[in-house]
């Protein structure tokens, strides 16, 4: 894969003026780092992505990593807004803990002409082990 058609902030640029609703309630999801194969999302903890029970709700897991694989698919591109979820697969496999920003890590395993296959690892806080993983098929339209 090619370096980095999009630097972090020319994504936050482009992302902010095209799809600025990922980034309501106060700029919660920050960029830390994007290189054309990867990138690390921070979500800030909110007491609103809890579900019953205090752990970190699924569509707030499945929202992030569907960004993130937004994000790395971008800075692999270009600005290409209409590129879309095809699919998307998660596992959820431990609790998010409460209080704990939401870490996604984001790779693309294969970039085609049309389409693009990568995996997002989510981790709570600074914990090891990740909470969910996430594969995900993204089309790309003609530009």
Request: glycine share 8%.
């Given at each position: 894969?090619?370096?980095?058609?999009?630097?972090?902030?020319?994504?936050?640029?482009?992302?902010?003026?095209?799809?600025p609703?990922?980034?309501?309630q106060g700029?919660?999801?920050t960029?830390?780092h994007?290189?054309g194969?990867?990138?690390r999302?921070?979500?800030?903890?909110?007491?609103?992505?809890?579900?019953?029970g205090?752990?970190?709700?699924?569509?707030?897991?499945?929202?992030?990593?569907?960004?993130a694989?937004y994000?790395?698919?971008?800075?692999?591109?270009?600005?290409?807004?209409?590129?879309?979820t095809?699919?998307?697969?998660?596992n959820?496999l431990?609790?998010?803990?409460?209080?704990?920003?939401?870490?996604a890590?984001a790779r693309?395993?294969?970039?085609?002409?049309?389409?693009?296959?990568g995996?997002v690892?989510?981790?709570?806080?600074?914990?090891?082990?990740p909470?969910?993983?996430?594969t995900?098929?993204y089309?790309?339209?003609?530009?």
């Open positions: 894969m090619a370096e980095a058609k999009m630097s972090v902030a020319e994504l936050e640029a482009f992302l902010h003026a095209e799809f609703q990922a980034f309501t700029g919660d999801i960029i830390e994007a290189d194969k990867s990138c999302l921070r979500q800030r903890f909110h007491d609103r992505m809890l579900r019953p205090g752990t970190v709700s699924g569509p707030t897991l499945m929202a992030l990593a569907d960004f694989m994000v790395v698919l971008l800075s692999a591109i270009g600005p290409v807004g209409l590129a879309v095809t699919n998307l697969n998660i959820f431990r609790k998010g803990a409460p209080g704990q920003d939401v870490l890590e693309l395993l294969k970039l085609g002409k049309r389409l693009a296959v995996e690892t989510l981790l709570s806080g600074g914990e090891p082990d909470i969910a993983h996430v995900a098929t089309s790309i339209p003609n530009t």
